[in-house]
């Protein structure tokens, strides 16, 4: 599981962004629920928010453990961040796996710079973890179609200039989903205000309402009915990128509890001599080193083929590693792991959230059920 040269180097400049320029703006953001801009202006300048895009449109084109290892240490740094990036990724991932020629020209090269931010548009109010379900509409018009529908949870939402949106050409018929890249500025497109959540508070999350939304039929993304089949293939890779920043959090709440154990004195001594302590850090960080190789496997399939097998496992136990350790980080915290001016507290909240975006912690043991029984 080694890393190349070059990969080591990546996380290294990574890593110092991540301490230099995310984690200070961390507690600030979180408090007034503000994304911070001038550090996605940061990530744009080293080439972060062309992760996915291939070369020729100005992209990174990172190998997927590279692209572990940037979400890793980015979510060290701030987990909000790191969601919009992977986000973002996503978007972009689409275009370049599934987009014309004349698509991946037209929106690439300026998101790999990094504006338009890309969203991608799959769940709704009554279909999350089902996008079968869905019920938003794209009617075909002429050159054009029509779309009508709402779409929730959407990251990204206020802050885009591109949407990925899945939507049925039929209303009836589960099988027709198809994907489409609907431009932000499009009249009847309503963004909701930005949900109040438990963590990943600086994360912009909306609604998004469709409301006789025409985009010309060109805008089309995948065949009509393999949008599906697109969302689930592109899904596996956005599956890995929540593992790896499950991991950073993790690591993050690791190396808090370590420090503070080591200067917290109690009983005639640090608290890092007391056993039970001893055994709480001894735990945190073998979770923590086999979420990250159970990850990096997956990155590695993932750029072998498919890995669908291995990505819900890195995300089912990564996530799972990641609220073990920042429980563990408040436990040995005691009071002041409880109180908001604390980094464990925040890494407590925002952990949550990896147990249930990008497929539930159910939904993974099901995907895992399914390769191993089929």
Partial sequence: MELTEE??????????FAGEE?????????????????????LAELDLTGLTVPEEYGGYDAHPVTAAVVNEEVA?????????????????????EFGSENQRERWLPEMAEGRPVGAFALSEPHA???PAEMSTVARRDGDEYVIDGEKQWITNGRRAGVYVLFAKTDRDDPSSVTQFLV????????????????????SDTTSLTFDDVRIPAENRL???????????????????AIAAQSVG?????????????REREQ???????????????????????AARLLTRDAARKRAAGDAALEASMAKYFASEAAMFATNEAVQIHGGYGYVTEGEVERLYRDAKITEIYEGTTEIQKTVIARELLE
């Fill in 76 to 96: 060290y740094g701030m987990l909000a961040v790191a969601t919009a990036l992977s986000v973002h990724s996503l978007a972009t991932s689409c275009i370049a």
């Fill in 249 to 261: 959090l993790a690591r993050c709440a690791l190396d808090e509890a370590t420090a503070y154990s």
């Fill in 222 to 240: 995948t065949e009509e009915g393999k949008g599906l089949s697109a969302a689930f293939h592109i899904l596996t890779g956005g599956r890995i």
């Fill in 7 to 16: 990969q080591a180097a990546v996380r290294d400049v990574v890593r110092e």
């Fill in 267 to 289: 009983f005639g001594g640090p608290i890092s001599d007391i056993q039970t302590i001893r055994h709480k850090l001894a735990e945190m960080a073998t979770r923590t080193r």
């Fill in 22 to 42: 995310i984690r200070p703006t961390a507690l600030e953001a979180d408090e007034t629920q503000a994304f911070p801009e001038d550090v996605w202006d940061g």
């Fill in 128 to 130: 999350g973890s089902n």
């Fill in 183 to 202: 431009p932000g500025d499009v009249d009847g497109l309503t963004v909701g205000e930005k949900e109040d959540k438990l963590g990943l508070r600086a």
